[in-house]
Nanobody
């Protein structure tokens, strides 16, 4: 079993930055696919970014603004979010899976509890 705990969410003005962290425990996730997803009120959960080994993948809506990275020594994945927009407001979830194919899908086995990101205009 893998437990995931997100942190780093909060309230920020448009144009600002936040860095989300996802700390994993229970197993080493260095070989896992790790993803970030978000869900805004009244909307379905959507893919944001993923990392597989050192390869990264992004939704078009965040490409060039968000960066996903991992620190294997800390068993942690990060999402650096720059030039935030009001439409980025959502609960952000971290996900992990040993199946590298899940990548941009929502079929991950392990999910965190989410962290709220609110971007004011």
């Amino acid at each position: 079993q893998v437990q995931l705990v997100e942190s780093g969410g909060g309230l920020v003005q448009a144009g600002g930055s936040l860095r989300l962290s996802c700390a994993a425990s229970g197993r080493t996730v260095s070989s896992y696919a790790m993803g970030w997803f978000r869900q805004a009120p009244g909307k379905e959960r959507e893919f944001v970014a993923a990392i597989r080994w050192s390869s990264t993948y992004y939704a078009d809506s965040v490409k060039g603004r968000f960066t996903i990275s991992r620190d294997n020594a800390k068993n942690t994945v990060y999402l650096q979010m720059n030039r935030l927009k009001p439409e980025d407001t959502a609960v952000y979830y971290c996900a992990a899976d040993s199946r590298l194919s899940v990548l941009t899908t929502d079929k991950y086995n392990y999910w965190g509890q989410g962290t709220q990101v609110t971007v004011s205009s």
